[in-house]
């Protein structure tokens, strides 16, 4: 009875025992309860040492959280490359069985080679190797040649510009202007890798997108894009060139090199007759940007005929006087003019052992000096021949028939779609090497008066393993002159000639404008009368 009594007593008593732990327990959850997630994201923001404890724990909270997230996601990346490896694994076993028993279909034999790194690797190069990089190709026509887009950091100078596009502009559409930001991008990475330490041991510098100064690119639609990409150098005249190949797939890295432009002398080439008015304004174009500017140039203008000679003489005598200047050469024929072989003499005769750069020029265009730069860059002796597209103004009275007086010539040199149109029929301004030139023919001598001789030449560099450089320039501009088609030249001449009057005379909406003015101003006047 007594042990009965003891058992139901000791029962009650760890029954009653158990019951306080209980209560203890829930007490002690209900002090120690933490902070509510809301209170905890608020100490940050309220003052004093509390409030940055607050801060870096929840920093630390959520930079766990995010590498729990990373190694999570690692595992899952690790399981799928291991299942794929499995399934790849069990296909090519399916596959070899099959081929044993001679079942495999066909098509599926390239199935049966595994593709490596390096496989893709040599599909790159392959592509790279066909493109028009390293060596140019032989081409049908002028009409063959793929033009390249001429890039700057924030914008893009294109010839095919349509009836919505501009020939100067910023690039619009998302996938153009990230194509290019990640060029440059990647090219930085380049020049700035440890990879660059190997290709340029006197690496001097840390090259940034304020150093990136113009680029080409054109896109070869069976094979990838090409970049080819200018930086500043070490020096005011030494440049970093680096060329990038997209084989429709990620950039590869074709070549970096220095180029050092300081021991470059341009000869600018002029042929002339008569024109002393335009040739006037050429000298104060050439004084401001070869003499004070540049000076690595010489002057050649080869002169037809005796009317006029003597202004053109005092125009170079004052030029010599004034600046000092005495790189320059006057050749004087006794001929009808003949554009191509005024350039071909004045070619032929430099005389020093040097080996040239050409820049063969009309008394009616203006240059910058970055254009002088773009001219020692894109030019390569035995490699690349450089055919400019230079930017054509129409006629200022018709452009600027509202204003009371012209804007000056620096003022108009606006690339604009109102302004002008980038001449992309005509050839005639070139930076070639003289041995290239020399080696290439020359011009045909055979054409008289305007217009064929620069094709023809043209055609002959398309035909050869040069490469040709065919890409609108920002600093080379044709100002805008009366045009005068003689009645002595054959149809096909004077049919040219007259083409290029009517194209260079307003933009097709101004010439709109023109024609149907009458019907404009009537228009016009009626809506007065009806108020």
């Known amino acids: 009875m007594f042990k009965r009594w003891l058992l139901a007593m000791t029962a009650r008593i760890g029954l009653i025992l158990a019951g306080l732990c209980c209560c203890l327990s829930l007490f002690y959850l209900l002090a120690c309860k933490p902070a509510s997630r809301r209170s905890q994201q608020s100490l940050p923001w309220s ?199 997209r084989p429709f797939g990620p950039v590869v890295k074709v070549k970096s090199e220095s180029v050092d432009t300081r021991n470059i002398i341009i000869n600018i080439i002029v042929p002339l007759s008569k024109r002393p008015d335009a040739f006037r304004q050429f000298i104060d174009n050439f004084r401001e940007v070869c003499i004070k500017q540049d000076g690595r140039v010489h002057l050649t203008v080869v002169y037809f005929g005796r009317d006029q000679i003597d202004q053109v003489k005092a125009v170079l005598d004052q030029t010599s006087r004034e600046t000092r200047f005495r790189s320059f050469t006057l050749i004087q024929l006794n001929e009808e003019f003949s554009r191509g072989r005024g350039l071909d003499v004045g070619a032929r005769a430099w005389r020093r052992s040097q080996n040239v750069l050409l820049f063969f020029c009309d008394v009616d265009i203006h ?85 064929l001789e620069d094709v023809h030449l043209y055609r002959k560099y398309l035909h050869s393993k040069l490469m040709v450089i065919r890409s609108p320039s920002r600093g080379l501009f044709h100002l805008w002159h009366e045009k005068n088609c003689a009645d002595e030249l054959p149809p096909d001449k004077y049919k040219m000639c007259m083409q290029t009057k009517a194209m260079s005379e307003a933009s097709h909406s101004q010439l709109g404008e023109l024609f149907f003015k009458s019907e404009i101003e009537a228009h016009l006047n009626s809506k007065k009368q009806q108020k």
């Open 367 to 451: 240059f910058t000096a970055d254009f002088l730069t773009s001219c020692r860059l894109k030019a390569e002796p035995g490699k690349k021949v450089y055919y400019p597209v230079l930017f054509s103004q129409y006629n200022p009275s018709i452009i600027y028939s509202n204003h009371t007086l012209l804007p000056s010539i620096q003022q108009q040199l606006v690339i604009r779609k109102e302004t002008g149109f980038w001449r992309d029929f005509g050839f005639g301004m070139t930076c070639q090497y003289r041995s290239d030139f020399i080696n290439i023919g020359g011009f045909d001598r055979n054409i008289k008066g305007w217009g």
């Open 47 to 245: 003052g004093g040492t509390t409030s940055k404890e607050g801060y870096l724990a929840l920093l630390q909270e959520r930079e766990d959280s995010h590498r729990h997230y990373i190694n999570s996601l690692t595992k899952q990346i690790a399981q799928l490359k291991e299942a794929l490896q499995e399934r790849t694994q069990q296909l090519q076993e399916s596959l070899d069985n099959a081929k044993t028993k001679g079942v495999l279909p066909q098509g599926l034999e390239s199935l049966h080679k595994t593709p490596t790194q390096s496989d893709l690797k040599e599909f790159f190069r392959s592509q790279l190797n066909q493109a028009e990089v390293n060596s140019g190709a032989k081409l049908s026509s002028e009409y063959a040649v793929i033009p390249f887009d001429t890039l700057t950091l924030h914008r893009v100078y294109q010839l095919e510009t349509g009836l919505t596009r501009h020939p100067e502009e910023r690039p619009v559409r998302r996938d153009r202007r990230d194509e290019l930001i990640g060029t440059v991008e990647t090219a930085l990475h380049v020049l700035n890798g440890p990879q660059q330490h190997t290709d340029n041991t006197r690496r001097k510098r840390t090259y940034s997108p304020s150093d990136f100064i113009e680029g080409l690119t054109r896109l070869e639609r069976d094979r990838g894009t090409v970049y080819e990409l200018m930086f500043k150098g070490d020096g005011p005249r030494e440049f970093t060139k680096l060329v990038l190949f």
